[in-house]
């Protein structure tokens, strides 16, 4: 369902050039579960971020769901990745400002057709899913690493997306909630989300479906971890 | 999705309320010098109160002749000869005024001399002005008939010349002359209004004014309608044809216009004596362009600081950027976030204005000037207000919604 | 040094707007200040006359006409005056000084060369006594002129010059053509110069000639009465009744010229005053405008500020880095102002009201004022981020 082709991106700053993909070929199918490894700076978060359509290759092929996104403009990739994706990011990024339940609407405010009554519905069934129903009026620098987190992935299934696309979502957070967070993500994927994580940790990957190596920008091998 | 829009502006404004107070700062003092130009070019080209008839007079404030090839060249008021030779007799009008500018004169009482402007006006005048009359009665027709000594002043005037009260019926000394006071009306700072002391034509030293084509008069042209004024402005254009000069060989070629107020300032703003399009819309058009050349500076300062207050949210632009807004929605937001500002600072900066305006009135800049905060200055500052608001808001905007999410989310994390 | 100077080059687009705002309020800041010194300059710069207690008596005969005015008019005014005792001297002139009144004409210095326009006026003999003209070459018209075919002028230096060059002006003859009639002239003296319109008038050429009812039709309407020092206002009354003794039928606006004067400059610095006011509130905004980049930006580089510490870099050190940048970042602005500005005097766009004199004080003017609004902007960020204490802006999040 996500395929890249001879995927390349360059990043151009100045007067230095950083290859920061090369010829990336990757297929995920529905329903699985991949973790990305590497060391820091092999470009596993750009690939996250070109398979999340938040960036685009220099090189190569993009096809979600069998469609080719190369000549999406941008209001086509906003849509695409409202419907499409959801995103946990390592260091959570809620809005400050914001209590939860707003936080976790987000995505919906974006969607269109939904009605505030109906928003509110989906983002408590989102906070339920993820434990934090009574937590809902909090705001988020009143919960601890864990809770702000969990919020955050409630926040990127609110809208029932076919991919969760996590980035480190473990790395600000001890291993106790760490695992907690391990837990929601298989379960989600048990019930048929897609995920593909980033992660620096061989612990977690190796609970994992499928692990992709990446060094200095290129797939190094695949294996298939044995199941949990 | 405008509510949210207003929500999510609410709070980025409560984060930092030091930099909304100083952007509201900012849009506050711009607004209030707008305000305020537009409440005194309004009070000028609109006014209420004593010009209250304005929208059914028409005034003539200049005649100009020219030689053959344009060589030479003379610009006055109108002689009273020429307003009752052209003027009075015209059809569509319902009545013709004669008025003179006002003009310093000396004021002798007993033991006391003191200064004063004063206008010399026909009974006419009278009845296209819409004064308050505070005492005694206004000149009518009977007086400018038989010629007598009489003569009006206003409030302010009739309190220095009389501190004790009752000036109707006393004397005054002006121009050798002696005149009674008759009536006493408002304070009023018009263009056709503006005087201390009004008398009629009759009481100036002599009478040669009769005779002259050119001299220090004006003319003011009541229609019955609203709907005459076209019509009234051709016949006077077509009087004008049919103009005599003292020296019909040296200048034969006359103009003179019937115009609204807004005209006779761009006649004599532009220079425009010799056409029948006063220039009005380029005066306006000049205006706009030097209100909107105004707003740069501030606008910039806003664009600035709405600059850091972008990069301050960048995550959170990022973040919302991921999970699926578009550029248009982002710049929207950016958009109502400063429009709301700015409805805030125009509101604020029509309080302000209307302390400005009467600080005006009492430090007496412009004589008995009246000025105050209406309907067209409250819908001017939202006009001003929304403009700005654009103006500023637009190049943030742009660049908010080009943000690179990846950069904006490595970024803070 | 040059280290702040690459980074301020890397921030360049950030810093443009912020360049371009600067910009805009130096240009304001210069555009009073030279208006203001242009002001101050012409108003030291010699008027011509003194006009102390003299008053300005403006006649206001029934008909616009000359022959409305007899020529025995002049004398009998003048006689009739004189025998007030307040009254010290009498002079007629067309239009009287601190009035915006301008009478032009055309002269040439014989027919063949070119034409040359200057102000002009008709002034009696006694004006330079009643103004207090003083001449530097040559004297005022006296009643020995009278009955010369040739019409006695008094000159400008700047008309003197136009006219004659480098050569003396005094008894050399000009001539005016207007009106089908050529008339001469003879230069009987040359004063300094003759700003009637008020301290604060462009200097141009001008010409005095003399006014001589008895030979022509010419009639003046202004008489100017020189009056003891210290006569009161009140003398108007006394002096009104002796005017409308000579001729009642006509009417008198009687003035002093000091409060002529100040009409007229209150009237000519009201735009200045107007304009000054308006810019002082720009800058007030700018100001706090400025402030709030700044401090948005020392925000946002705490952790830079945080690592620089950690190296070693003291908290003067912070605070003269910051308040650096921002006088260097200001400087690119004044700079860039000063280039654009610059063609105004080079171009002569403004002809001489923006002279080089004008014209570099006005941008000093401005270049302080500048510098002196970013260094207070600064003072206080910097002084603020120079008391964090490095741990805890390394962790800032």
Redesign the interface.
Known sequence: MIRLHDVSKTYRTDKIETLALKDIDLHVARGEFVAMMGPSGCGKSTLLNVIGLLDRPGQGSVEIGGKPVASYRDRDVARLRNRMFGFVFQSFHLIADLRVIDNVELPLLYRGGAGGGERRRLARAALERVGLGARMDHYPNQLSGGQQQRVAIARAIVGQPEVLLADEPTGNLDSRMGAEIMDLLLALNADGTTVVMVTHDEQEARRVGRIVRLFDGQLVEREHAHAA | ?LR?YVLTAW?VF??RK??TA??L??IV??LV?LMVTAALLEAAVHPAGVEGRSDRFLQVYGIRSEGPGGHRMTTTLLGYKTIARYLKPLKTPERVAAITLP????V?QAEH?SEASLRNVDADYWKIMDFRLLAGRLPDADDDRTGRMVCVLNASTARRLFPGGAPVGQRIEV??RTLQVIGVVEDAAHINAFADVWAPLAT??????QN?L??NFAALLLARDPADLPAIQREVAHAATTFVSEDPRELPTTWFWADSKLDVYARVLLNNQGRPDSGAARLLALVGGAMLLFM???A??????N???I??RS??I????????????LAAQLVVENVLLCAAGGLIGLACTALVLRWFEAAQLIPYLQVGVDFAVFGWGMLFALVFGLLSGVLPAWAMSRLD??HA??G?? | MRHLLTLTWKRKSRNLMVSLEILLAFAIVFAIAAAGLRYGQLYRAPLGYDGADTWSVAVLAADGRDEAIPADFYDTVRRALLELPQVRGVAFATHPPYQMSTWTSTFRASTGTPEIESNALDASDDLAAVLGVKLVAGRWFTRADEGDSALPAVLNRRMAEALFGAQPALGRRFVSTEYHTVRTFRVVGVIEDFRNHGPLMTPARFVITRFAPAASKARVRTILVKVAPGTPRAFEAALGRRLQSVRGDWSYQIDTLAAMRATVLKEQLLPLVVGGVIASFMLAMVAFGLFGVLWQRTARRIPEIGLRRALGASAAHIYRQIVAEQLLLSSFAVLAGLALLVQLPLTGALGEALNWTVFGAAAALSMAVIYLLSLLCALYPAWHASRLDPRAALHYE
């Not at chain 2, 003009?103 to 000396?106: F, I, P």
């Not at chain 2, 100036?204 to 004014?209: E, F, G, M």
């Open positions: 999705m949210n709070k409560m984060r030091l930099f100083i952007s700062l900012c003092i711009t010098v003009r310093q004169v000396s002798y001399a121009d050798g100036q030293p002599s009478t040669a004014y002259e050119r001299g740069l500076l501030p910039l300062n806003l664009v600035n600081l600059m850091g207050r990069l301050e995550a959170e990022g973040v919302r950027k991921a999970f699926g807004a578009t550029s248009r929605q999410p990846v989310l490595k803070a994390a």
